[in-house]
């Protein structure tokens, strides 16, 4: 959707902003010009928050800490899965955990409160 262009993003609110101004065209080399929003959005993500939330792809072998706080049904528990890939998020108040299958199918989303 983006071939040839590109996509800035900006946080406080969630921006974006998509240049096209080269897409298409036949020199898109550096010094072709962008959009003025494309500069705008770029500009304002130098001082803002980074948007919406990261995470980081763990293994739940080597995150017993999280395994733990997982429901007892949760597939982590099962020998054969111990070793699944899965995203975790530290979000205000708690926990997200993502998991999926090894073509790439969401399995299960876990979120724990970690408020109290």
């Not at 406080?12 to 998509?18: K, Q």
């Not at 898109?28 to 980074?50: C, N």
């Not at 395994?67 to 899965?86: F, G």
């Not at 995203?87 to 399995?107: M, Q």
Request: net charge negative.
């Amino acid at each position: 959707m983006l071939f040839g262009g590109s996509l800035a993003t900006a946080g406080e609110p969630l921006t974006f902003a998509a240049d096209f101004t080269h897409a298409f065209a036949y020199d898109s080399g550096p010094m072709t010009p962008t959009a003025l929003e494309y500069e705008q959005t770029i500009e304002r993500a130098q001082h803002t928050s980074i948007p919406g939330i990261s995470g980081t792809r763990i293994t739940m072998a080597t995150r017993q800490d999280i395994v733990a706080l997982l429901p007892a049904d949760h597939r982590v528990h099962q020998e054969k899965w111990a070793s699944i890939p899965c995203w975790f998020f530290e979000v205000p108040g708690g926990l997200v955990i993502a998991d999926w299958d090894h073509d790439r199918s969401l399995h299960s989303v876990v979120c724990v409160d970690t408020s109290s």
